[in-house]
């Protein structure tokens, strides 16, 4: 199991984490020099720190990053051979990724040959790229940036221009000279079916998408949970009193009430509304996968948690509550009662800011331009209901249970909830970017001691500093603490690898298990497309393609509810060449692609979406997970498959599939 040090050196300010670290463990010195006809050496001395290595140039699949030199921003160049150390790397069994590794230690040198193309207008910039450990422990893959124009040459140029092989200039944004789509995805292999899908039947391919129903949900739920936070559960009574006072009539009060609400609601819908507005629901969706927003999150999601634990109050400034509630008393009418659902936004902040926060999140994952708005007027529609209800019917609020310690517990078990949800951001930038820190056994290690304290909090044993005395457990508070403790007892198995279905979803992949018991799921034989198709042709089998993602709840609730039954792994494994592509993998390709993408030229920088074109392109589709079987040549099997966990179904579409190939 990996160090647990990785996740306390995540938890630093990341703004200058990189630099600290490397700096400690190793200097790198850049320089160069060119010849008059181009060719330029880019030349990077590592000296490590005792006890530090820095991996070779090549890495075996699922090792560490190789130390590598990529081009992103260049033009007018391309790269000669590969990055060269200046010594032989030493190998040795590595502990911490439990295999036979190449590192160099000590002072090594590494060289890069650069041609220059276009002497009149030719950039060279990238990145120098490589990932640094110790016997007990290693820093995520840094980048050392680089940037070379004319005026950085050591030696003047005499050379003319040279023609590339398509006579087409080198892109600013490509690694190399960019290769024509047609060069890249060439054959019938990456020929659209979509016409073909549908005429099986498919249902994937027109289904009507009920994620902006779910995302609804989720806000509608997270409303019903902040209305029970020392926040917002004591306003109810205080603003439905205060309508019922100010009004004249009954009637007046349940329309103030109503203005009220519908005020509540227009503020959230306003936010997220802004949210798309400003980064638009692709930007919120490559978002989703992004380190750094992940890694904030995840930052974010434990401050809120040590703040519900009663470490320190986060709230607005006070100076913007005083203005809104200066507001509400200096104005009347319709603009007053606006005002106090504003001051009631911003009071309740402090509970409410974290919950908001992972809905936005949820929402950006589903790619839908209307998500949050979506799951905010959800949110806003929770919050509202109870203001209006008790104003119209005022004899309620005498049944309503009085503000207290519960108000307390209920904050600090959302701490606790908060602390393990954030887990789940860090896992995501983990898995997109490779770095392997936060492997399955690690996650559920510290699922398992969260909820194990938490079940110790609720029956009274934990006290934290804003508790009151608890001089006996209430029935709600029991059931939940067994709930919390069966569910800690319930994730101990997956130590060993049990796929743990419930939570399928949340937790890594097992693929990321390193002790692993359990030998019921299905591996994938290759994450590359023309591979799995040559395969096919070689085996005589048919290629099963799975379209996957590393954020993708739903693939992982896939591949623990059906991919671990029996008859689908036999049939799998024995029956079908599998290929898994994964549309949000961060790995960058060695050369960049430019596409047609309707009328728009776009380049495709990464493992991830070129997958993720394929799929657009060849299925017509862009949700995962999705299901595919072909034969040979590239042509579909069936219909596509997509989010059904019924087992039987799975089995039967398989068979479908077979049946057809035999046919062929």
């Not at 024509?180 to 979509?194: L, M, Q, R």
């Not at 806000?219 to 009574?237: D, K, Q, S, Y």
């Not at 890694?295 to 400034?317: K, Q, T, Y």
Request: net charge negative.
């Amino acid at each position: 199991m990996k160090r647990l040090l990785f996740l306390l050196l995540l938890l630093l300010p990341w703004a200058g984490m990189d630099a600290q670290m490397v700096t400690d463990a190793a200097t790198i010195k850049q320089s160069l020099s060119n010849t008059e006809d181009g060719v330029v050496t880019l030349t990077f001395d590592v000296k490590l720190k005792n006890g530090w290595h820095i991996y070779d140039v090549e890495m075996p699949q699922g090792g560490p990053t190789a130390t590598q030199v990529e081009l992103d921003g260049a033009k007018g160049v391309k790269l000669l051979d590969k990055l060269q150390p200046s010594k032989a790397a030493t190998k040795v069994y590595d502990p911490n990724f439990d295999m036979e590794l190449s590192w160099h230690n000590g002072q090594v040198t590494f060289s890069q040959k650069v041609q220059i193309e276009d002497p009149a207008n030719f950039v060279l910039a990238g990145d120098f790229i490589y990932m640094l450990c110790n016997d007990e422990t290693c820093l995520p893959p840094t980048r050392e940036a680089f940037k070379v124009t004319a005026v950085n040459l050591t030696t003047p140029l005499t050379m003319a221009a040279v023609a590339t092989t398509s006579d087409q200039e080198v892109d600013s944004t490509a690694t190399q000279a960019v290769a024509p789509a047609a060069e890249v995805f060439t054959g019938d292999i990456w020929k659209p079916v979509t016409e073909e899908l549908k005429a099986y039947g498919d249902a994937n391919l027109s289904a009507t998408d009920n994620s902006l129903f779910i995302i609804f949900l989720l806000g509608f739920g997270g409303g019903l949970i902040a209305l029970l936070t020392p926040c917002v559960w004591p306003m109810i009574p205080m603003t439905v009193s205060f309508f019922l006072k100010r009004s004249k009539s009954r009637g007046a009060a349940i329309r103030d009430a109503l203005i009220y609400g519908a005020a509540i609601i227009v503020i959230y819908l306003t936010l997220g509304l802004l949210i798309t507005a400003i980064f638009g629901a692709n930007a919120l969706n490559s978002l989703a996968t992004n380190a750094i927003f992940n890694l904030i999150f995840f930052a974010m999601l434990v401050i809120f948690a040590v703040s519900f634990f009663g470490a320190f109050e986060i709230v607005l400034p006070q100076s913007w509550t005083n203005k809104m509630d200066a507001k509400a008393e200096s104005t009347g009418g319709l603009i007053s009662i606006f005002f106090m659902a504003f001051t009631l936004a911003l009071v309740s902040f402090s509970c409410t800011g974290p919950i908001i926060g992972t809905l936005l999140v949820e929402a950006a994952t589903s790619g839908s331009l209307l998500s949050p708005a979506v799951g905010m007027f959800g949110f806003a529609l929770a919050l509202a209901l109870p203001f209006t209800l008790f104003a119209i019917f005022p004899n309620f609020l005498q049944s309503m249970p009085k503000s207290g310690g519960w108000m307390t517990s209920v904050k600090v078990t959302l701490g606790f909830l908060e602390l393990a949800l954030s887990l789940k951001f860090l896992s995501v930038a983990d898995l997109a970017y490779g770095w392997g820190i936060l492997d399955r056994e690690t996650f559920l290690t510290l699922w398992i001691v969260i909820f194990a304290l938490l079940g110790i909090y609720l029956l009274g044993k934990l006290k934290l500093p804003h508790d009151s005395d608890l001089p006996f457990v209430g029935i709600p508070r029991l059931f939940l603490a067994i709930i919390s403790l069966a569910f800690a007892v319930y994730m101990v198995p997956g130590l060993w690898g049990a796929p743990l279905k419930a939570i399928s979803a949340f937790a890594p992949p097992l693929n990321t298990q390193d002790f692993n018991l359990y030998d019921s799921e299905v591996h994938p034989k290759y994450h590359d497309y023309e591979s799995a198709i040559r395969a096919g042709q070689a085996e005589h089998k048919p290629v099963l393609i799975d379209f996957s993602g590393y954020g993708c709840v739903n693939c992982r609730e896939m591949e623990a509810s059906v991919w671990t039954d029996p008859k689908v792994k036999s049939i799998i494994d024995d029956e079908f060449i599998l290929v898994t592509l994964i549309v949000d993998d961060k790995t960058r390709l060695p050369e960049y692609i430019e596409v047609r993408d309707g009328d728009k030229t776009k380049t495709i920088k990464t493992v991830g979406e070129r997958w993720s074109h394929l799929q657009t392109v060849k299925f017509g589709a862009n949700a995962q997970p999705f299901y595919v079987m072909l034969d040979g040549n590239g042509l579909p099997l069936g219909p596509s498959y997509g989010f059904d966990k019924n087992v039987d179904n799975y089995v039967q579409w398989l068979k479908s599939g077979l049946a057809e190939y035999a046919k062929r």
